[in-house]
């Protein structure tokens, strides 16, 4: 493994970059490597890197690409201590979450290389007599994947497995924050499982420098953004002059409902975990609790015992369940929020100070419709409390933000189902909060259809007529 020693990964070669920027160690701020840092001539090249490789990618059976992906699974769970070690280091996060994001990656790789044999396409319906249509589905092209820092490397293999195994070539373009695992081991392991030149391309550096050059690039077919909504639009505005295909996974003002008849203890250890889990910085994190006044107390006195009773401190110590958020930036917006929110009538009943990075999990109550807190994803460590009266009022105060999954808890399982169907949001967890699926749409994702029109028997045509 070479520690991040600045260099891109263009058609099968490990190149140096103009310049170089720091990684660091988010709980001790100690260097660990460099990264690249890219500009427009960097992903000029290996865009076209990628585009001379993926006639001859997707031209290979769709086993000798599963294969490819099959071996990278088995090298990442044979390194997947060394990964461990440097998401727990990049990242902040802890061990168990390091551990099963590794997991899920090899998951990912396997899920991936299933699709290789299953995007044929279909045998229409004839016309006219002698014909034979064909629908198939053919790879898009050239994909760019602009990956976030809070799970880099599942997030990654999100976009990359499948768009590999359904013969598009990528370019992987990582977070800054976290180039080295969501990028230089990501590669380097598909390297040693065989992927040919230019079939996966890294450029690092940030994002008006690579990132944008790389989205708005005219060989690219596909933007693949996992992020803020903010750059979201931005990413949608750029593929919009080329009519690129985009699939963009944004954040959202997520809500966790907790109705009258819900078991509290077992609502708050859901709603701990979903707002307080890897610090709350991820994009189904549960920032608005939406509880009924009937177990608004008690669901904050056990939300508030589970707070206080996390650890937070270097990922490495043990008994340590909160590690550092990301970055300043990242800490001073999140009491920024709090501060504000308080200042206009919320209160701070648990955590919500800081030491350096890490910052103790916070409990803020009497959270109104209009605080900072509620209209703003919180991306940070805390539960904002909202009491409503009545599961309209609930269900109203859940749709009034755009969020990419809601919960709902309560005692019955159907009063929990015709909630859900009811509210806006492209998940909806009924006694749960955490986890999306995937896999099933990733076909229809990677690959565009092709119809062609075989007529088997000749046809006169009569030009006079």
């Known amino acids: 493994m070479r520690i991040s020693d600045g260099r891109h990964y263009i058609d099968g070669s490990w190149v140096p970059g103009a310049a170089t920027a720091p990684v660091t160690e988010k709980a001790t701020g100690a260097e660990i490597g460099t990264y690249a840092l890219g500009d427009a001539s960097d992903v000029d090249r290996a865009v076209a890197a990628a585009v001379r490789a993926q006639p001859a990618w997707a031209a290979l059976l769709g086993e000798e690409r599963a294969a490819v992906l099959r071996r990278a699974a088995a090298i990442l769970e044979r390194r997947a201590g060394e990964?461990?070690?440097?998401?727990?280091?990049?990242?902040?996060?802890?061990?168990?979450?390091?551990?099963?994001?590794?997991?899920?990656?090899?998951?990912?790789?396997?899920?991936?290389?299933?699709?290789?044999?299953?995007?044929?396409?279909?045998?229409?319906?004839?016309?006219?007599?002698?014909?034979?249509?064909?629908?198939?589905?053919?790879?898009?092209?050239?994909?760019?994947?602009?990956?976030?820092?809070?799970?880099?490397?599942?997030?990654?293999?999100?976009?990359?497995?499948?768009?590999?195994?359904?013969?598009?070539?990528?370019?992987?373009?990582?977070?800054?924050?976290?180039?080295?695992?969501?990028?230089?081991?990501?590669?380097?392991?598909?390297?040693?499982?065989?992927?040919?030149?230019?079939?996966?391309?890294?450029?690092?550096?940030?994002?008006?420098?690579?990132?944008?050059?790389?989205?708005?690039?005219?060989?690219?077919?596909?933007?693949?953004?996992?992020?803020?909504?903010?750059?979201?639009?931005?990413?949608?505005?750029?593929?919009?002059?080329?009519?690129?295909?985009?699939?963009?996974?944004?954040?959202?003002?997520?809500?966790?409902?907790?109705?009258?008849?819900?078991?509290?203890?077992?609502?708050?250890?859901?709603?701990?975990?979903?707002?307080?889990?890897?610090?709350?910085?991820?994009?189904?994190?549960?920032?608005?609790?939406?509880?009924?006044?009937?177990?608004?107390?008690?669901?904050?006195?056990?939300?508030?015992?589970?707070?206080?009773?996390?650890?937070?401190?270097?990922?490495?110590?043990?008994?340590?369940?909160?590690?550092?958020?990301?970055?300043e930036g990242q800490r001073d917006r999140v009491a920024d929020l709090v501060a504000r929110s308080v200042k206009m009538g919320a209160r701070l009943v648990e955590g919500g100070t800081h030491d350096g990075l890490f910052y103790r999990p916070a409990v803020v109550t009497g959270v109104t419709p209009d605080m900072p807190l509620f209209t703003e994803e919180t991306f940070g460590p805390v539960a904002a409390i909202t009491v409503v009266s009545s599961e309209e009022e609930a269900l109203e105060l859940t749709n009034q933000c755009p969020a990419l999954v809601n919960s709902v808890y309560t005692g019955d399982l159907m009063r929990g189902l015709a909630f859900a169907e009811r509210v806006r949001s492209g998940m909806v967890h009924v006694n749960d909060a955490m986890g999306r699926p995937t896999g099933e749409e990733d076909i229809d994702e990677f690959t565009q259809r092709r119809w062609i029109g075989i007529q088997r028997a000749p046809l006169s045509w009569d030009v006079s007529s």
């Open 83 to 327: 990964f461990e070690e440097m998401l727990m280091r990049e990242t902040g996060g802890v061990r168990g979450k390091a551990r099963g994001e590794i997991n899920a990656a090899i998951g990912k790789f396997l899920e991936s290389a299933s699709l290789a044999r299953r995007a044929g396409g279909d045998l229409l319906p004839a016309f006219k007599p002698g014909k034979l249509i064909l629908n198939q589905r053919v790879p898009l092209g050239v994909v760019a994947a602009i990956i976030p820092w809070n799970f880099p490397i599942v997030l990654a293999l999100r976009p990359l497995g499948p768009a590999l195994a359904l013969g598009n070539t990528v370019v992987l373009k990582p977070a800054e924050l976290t180039p080295i695992a969501g990028g230089q081991l990501l590669v380097e392991v598909l390297e040693e499982a065989g992927a040919p030149p230019g079939v996966i391309n890294l450029v690092t550096g940030d994002g008006p420098d690579a990132g944008e050059p790389l989205a708005a690039h005219p060989d690219v077919a596909m933007i693949h953004f996992t992020g803020s909504t903010e750059i979201g639009r931005l990413m949608a505005r750029i593929a919009a002059r080329d009519f690129k295909r985009t699939s963009l996974e944004l954040g959202g003002d997520n809500a966790l409902v907790v109705l009258d008849d819900a078991d509290v203890e077992a609502a708050a250890s859901c709603g701990a975990w979903a707002s307080f889990e890897f610090q709350g910085q991820t994009c189904i994190t549960a920032g608005r609790h939406i509880v009924h006044e009937s177990v608004a107390e008690a669901y904050t006195d056990a939300l508030v015992a589970k707070a206080r009773a996390l650890t937070v401190g270097d990922p490495f110590d043990a008994g340590v369940r909160l590690g550092p958020m990301i970055s």
